[in-house]
């Protein structure tokens, strides 16, 4: 996968204009609040029209003007392709190829992308619902029938907990609990099976990156912690045997409380840098290389489903990082199209090869 040329017309901040990254690795060069950002959000909505900075596609349009316009030329799936993103105070609109879309959905087996920026810090530095989405969002991109497993689930466990809140008052209700059980076992133990599949695919993947960034010194270790005890090797009649045991077991408590207290949507993912939690012993640069080592594992699982890389976005990921970090981003990815945006002028000058673009006031030259 790779980008030939995007275009920009009313689009945040950023000057109308296009640039043409090359096939490696794109530094975005520039001070704080200039625009670099804008360009990586701007890469992104071409993987299914969401920003990775706001839900309200209003505010990708520059101040007083009615509508912002993107203009995609890629090449991906052994051909050249074309897509535009067009964006009005109350409507989306997406053309792939010539042909418009009903929905930004379509672009994502089209044009695949995958994200760092600083808010993946909160992998680690907050709780486990951020893990939980980190992992989801991972599987429904690999396989959109994942997203419908995760939607089934989700929707049967409101179910369930309106039900609780309701036999607390109303006693007799209980007896119909079990229907809800069942529902919820079946597409819970589903979606800790593909959690499971995914990590086993994700660690192995993360722990390589991780010894490449930190030139070996490091050993990354990711485990998935679930409320079940369920077992890595576990089966899915195993996983539901457990999962209808522990609803038995958590049922009283579940009806006195008024929540479901166990299930995939209570689980979590651990994250360990020799041995120990990244969380409460590593340092911010060893937490951000860890954040970072899942994201391009992420990237490597995209490229043995799609068979191609994934384009590489980087916003902001060198701030912390030691030099030999810095040079295993700049100068050892290779195969892949990358861009990463920086502030420090030595952060550019590592680069062996490839191209610099330097952002001021949205304009961009190169």
Same mark, same amino acid.
Request: charge should be positive; proline fraction near 2%.
């Given at each position: =996968?790779?980008?030939?040329?995007i ?6 901040n ?18 704080n ?8 959000? &701007? ?9 990775f900075?706001?839900?309200?596609d209003?505010e990708?349009i ?5 509508? &912002? ?5 890629? $090449? ?5 392709q ?9 409507k ?5 190829n +010539?042909v ?16 760092f920026?600083?808010?993946?810090l909160n ?16 599987i429904c ?6 997203a ?13 907990n309106?039900?609780?809140?309701d ?9 119909t ?9 079946e597409? +819970?133990?589903l979606?800790?099976?593909k959690?499971?599949? $995914? =990590? ?5 993947k993360?722990?390589?990156?991780h010894?490449g960034?930190s030139?070996?010194?490091e ?7 679930s ?9 899915l ?8 045991q ?6 009283k408590?579940d009806?006195?409380?008024g929540?479901t ?16 939690? &990244?969380?409460s012993?590593?340092?911010q ?6 954040v ?13 489903r799609? +068979? ?20 295993f981003?700049?100068?050892e990815?290779k ?6 945006t ?10 062996r ?14």
């Amino acid at each position: =996968m790779k980008v030939n040329r995007i275009g920009f017309k009313n689009f945040r901040n950023l000057a109308d204009c296009e640039i043409f990254p090359c096939d490696g690795v794109n530094v975005i060069y520039g001070d704080n609040a200039q625009g670099k950002t804008n360009i990586i959000e &701007a890469l992104w909505l071409f993987c299914g029209g969401h920003s990775f900075r706001t839900s309200k596609d209003s505010e990708v349009i520059r101040w007083n003007e009615d509508f &912002a316009r993107l203009e995609l030329n890629f $090449y991906g799936q052994g051909r050249d392709q074309r897509a535009s993103l067009s964006f009005t105070p109350k409507k989306k609109t997406v053309n792939i190829n +010539g042909v418009e879309k009903n929905s930004a959905a379509a672009l994502i087996e089209k044009f695949c992308a995958v994200v760092f920026s600083p808010e993946h810090l909160n992998l680690i530095k907050r709780g486990p619902g951020e893990r939980r989405r980190f992992i989801d969002s991972a599987i429904c991109r690999e396989k959109l029938k994942n997203a419908v497993i995760l939607s089934k689930y989700n929707r049967m466990l409101t179910q369930r907990n309106a039900l609780l809140k309701d036999i607390f008052r109303k006693p007799y209700l209980e007896d119909t609990l079990e229907i809800w059980d069942a529902q919820l076992v079946e597409y +819970g133990s589903l979606l800790i099976s593909k959690r499971l599949e $995914y =990590m086993r695919t994700l660690s192995e993947k993360a722990k390589i990156f991780h010894g490449g960034i930190s030139k070996g010194k490091e050993e990354l270790s990711v485990r998935y912690i679930s409320t079940e005890d369920i077992s890595d090797g576990d089966s899915l009649e195993e996983i539901k045997r457990k999962f209808v045991q522990r609803c038995e077991k958590n049922r009283k408590n579940d009806i006195n409380l008024g929540v479901t207290l166990s299930g995939p949507h209570r689980d979590d993912i651990e994250i360990l840098i020799n041995d120990k939690n &990244a969380k409460s012993f590593g340092s911010q640069g060893q937490q951000r290389s860890a954040v970072l080592s899942l994201k391009l594992a992420e990237a490597a699982a995209l490229k043995e489903r799609m +068979g191609e890389e994934p384009v590489i976005l980087l916003d902001d990921v060198l701030s912390e990082l030691d030099g030999s970090r810095q040079d295993f981003l700049l100068n050892e990815l290779k195969g892949c199209q990358v861009f990463i945006t920086c502030c420090e002028k030595s952060n550019k000058e590592q680069l062996r090869q490839g191209k610099i673009f330097n952002v001021s006031r949205g304009e961009i030259s190169e």
